[in-house]
């Protein structure tokens, strides 16, 4: 009985000695969406794979690519030299139009990458350069227990050059001051993002209070806007009475914290970067959105035309200045990128308005 008891310890010893498993690798790592959409000729990133447990770090490598036939190809790691920012453009330090140029290079860079910590597929501005619009990536990842091999893992899609985008909701408000204080909301128009029904008729002009035009192809690297914002006649405001809107002590995000030249014309304001897209900076990190308010001697409702569409109506709540003009305020919201160099106009005009003359 001892010698079996000694048999027994000996193999729970041994057994004992043998390694624990490291780390987990999931059969099922798989893209967060099936087809990316890359627009030629702008930056940006997939979403990041999920990983399902897999134990970090994982390393991400690109393994192939494949053209719509199924036939490898080397298209989207051909290099093309293109105007680069080195890191984003700061306001509070590049406040000179020399020092953002400083940030700024060419560079002979591929249409793709890979983030080997992440998995993020992020596409260069080369991507202007693509001929062909489908392609297939396959992917290998690798952690302490091993890697898979992730083949057909996304499909990459080229889609046009998109000048300008709208990736935020954008919104033109008419408010009206109460007598006893607070505001009241007349009428908002809005362009919800990129697949608003009404985007084509901002960029052809015909939309009744937005529109974003291109003025010339220069600067040819650089970019202007001219930002205008009206009436509902499209009578512009004095540039002097469309303000950033307070935030505390400071403001919320604006095109002037965008700009490293700001003109303030007559009846519009001129901002510039050495290179597009714009607005690049945020102070409040909300994306593309930037923030303004009009001064409340610029206009007043135009009463006759709002009556006109939706009948009489009670004005007496609201309050008025000397002249018996009915007291407003614009709410301006712009939701739009710029990608493309040039010199651009971006008008909004506020809902039932008119200017005090």
Same mark, same amino acid.
């Given at each position: 009985?001892?010698?079996?008891?000694?048999?027994?310890?000996?193999?729970?010893?041994?057994?004992?000695? $043998?390694?624990?498993?490291? +780390?987990?690798?999931?059969d099922n790592i798989h893209a967060l969406e099936d087809t990316v959409f890359?627009?030629?000729? &702008?930056?940006?990133? &997939?979403?990041?794979?999920?990983?399902?447990?897999?134990?970090?770090?994982?390393?991400?490598?690109?393994?192939? $690519?494949?053209?719509?036939n199924g036939n490898s190809t080397n298209e989207l790691f051909e290099e093309?030299?293109?105007?680069?920012?080195?890191?984003?453009?700061?306001?509070?330090?590049?406040?000179?139009?020399?020092?953002?140029?400083?940030?700024l290079e060419l560079s002979m860079q591929p249409t793709l990458l890979i983030?080997?910590?992440?998995?993020?597929?992020?596409?260069?501005?080369?991507?202007?350069?693509?001929?062909?619009?489908?392609?297939?990536?396959?992917?290998?990842?690798?952690?302490?227990?091993?890697?898979?091999?992730?083949?057909?893992?996304?499909?990459?899609?080229?889609?046009?050059?998109?000048?300008?985008?709208?990736?935020?909701?954008?919104?033109?408000?008419?408010?009206?001051?109460?007598?006893?204080?607070?505001?009241?909301?007349?009428?908002?128009?809005?362009?919800?993002?990129?697949?608003?029904?009404? $985007?084509?008729?901002?960029?052809? +002009?015909?939309?009744? *209070?937005?529109? $974003?035009?291109?003025?010339?192809?220069?600067?040819?690297?650089?970019?202007?806007?001219?930002?205008?914002?009206?009436?509902?006649?499209?009578?512009?405001?004095?540039? +002097?009475?469309?303000?950033? *809107?307070?935030?505390?002590?400071?403001?919320?995000?604006?095109?002037? #914290?965008?700009?490293?030249?700001?003109?303030?014309?007559?009846?519009?304001?001129?901002?510039?970067?050495?290179?597009?897209?714009?607005?690049?900076? +945020?102070?409040?990190? /909300?994306?593309?959105?930037?923030?303004?308010? &009009?001064?409340?001697?610029?206009?007043?409702?135009?009463?006759?035309?709002?009556?006109?569409?939706?009948?009489?109506? #009670?004005? &007496?709540? *609201?309050?008025?200045?000397?002249?018996?003009?009915?007291?407003?305020?614009? *709410?301006?919201?712009?939701?739009?990128?710029?990608?493309?160099?040039?010199? /651009?106009?971006?008008?909004?005009?506020?809902?039932?308005?008119?200017?005090?003359?």
């Open positions: 009985m001892k010698k079996l008891l000694y048999i027994f310890s000996i193999l729970i010893a041994a057994s004992s000695c $043998v390694q624990p498993e490291v +780390g987990y690798i999931s890359v627009p030629r000729g &702008s930056f940006m990133t &997939s979403a990041a794979p999920a990983a399902e447990g897999s134990t970090y770090p994982l390393k991400w490598v690109i393994t192939d $690519v494949q053209d719509e093309h030299e293109i105007l680069i920012w080195t890191s984003a453009f700061n306001p509070d330090t590049d406040t000179t139009l020399a020092l953002a140029e400083e940030k983030n080997d910590v992440s998995g993020e597929l992020a596409f260069t501005q080369a991507s202007k350069f693509v001929e062909n619009d489908i392609f297939n990536i396959d992917v290998n990842v690798s952690n302490v227990r091993g890697d898979r091999q992730l083949d057909s893992f996304v499909v990459v899609k080229m889609m046009p050059f998109r000048p300008v985008e709208f990736p935020s909701e954008m919104r033109s408000r008419n408010n009206l001051i109460k007598v006893g204080g607070g505001k009241k909301d007349l009428y908002t128009a809005k362009i919800i993002n990129d697949y608003d029904d009404a $985007v084509p008729s901002v960029l052809d +002009g015909t939309h009744p *209070y937005f529109t $974003v035009t291109k003025l010339s192809d220069e600067p040819a690297l650089g970019i202007k806007v001219n930002m205008v914002v009206a009436d509902s006649h499209d009578n512009a405001f004095p540039a +002097g009475k469309v303000i950033k *809107y307070p935030n505390g002590a400071s403001y919320y995000q604006n095109f002037h #914290d965008n700009s490293t030249e700001t003109v303030v014309n007559d009846f519009s304001t001129t901002f510039s970067l050495p290179a597009p897209p714009f607005p690049q900076f +945020g102070r409040n990190n /909300w994306g593309a959105l930037m923030y303004y308010l &009009s001064t409340r001697d610029a206009f007043t409702v135009d009463k006759e035309a709002y009556e006109a569409d939706y009948g009489a109506q #009670d004005w &007496s709540g *609201y309050q008025v200045n000397d002249n018996g003009d009915i007291i407003c305020e614009a *709410y301006i919201r712009w939701g739009i990128q710029i990608n493309d160099s040039g010199t /651009w106009e971006i008008k909004m005009r506020i809902p039932y308005s008119k200017v005090i003359q």
